[in-house]
């Protein structure tokens, strides 16, 4: 079970942290990456990072804005979110798989848990 946390209603330019908490299962060997769907277009993945090696991806979207960075003792995965635009609207969700290859981290298929999502709205 993932369950998000962290969004709200944010001013361009602004920052907001989500949490992704993961309860009932062992995650150390899982990817956990980040997706976003915005009104009326579809889930695209933002970042993801590998657990037990804590390499990381990024959409070229977010690159250098976003963070995405893992406390494994608390079974927590977050997303750093600097400088946001308004294009950034959306219901993030996290999902939390074991991957092949950090490059399936953007691939909804590949994730077989996913949480229930948090809304980000950046408006003035």
Partial sequence: QLVESGGGLVQPGGSLRLSCVASRFNWDYYTVGWFRQAPGKEREGVSC???SDGSTNYAD???GRFTISKDNAKNTV???MNSLKPEDTAVYYCAADILPSLSDGFEEGAFGSWGQGTQVTVSS
């Fill in 49 to 51: 990072i590998n657990l």
């Fill in 61 to 63: 979207s977010v690159k």
């Fill in 78 to 80: 977050y997303l750093q």
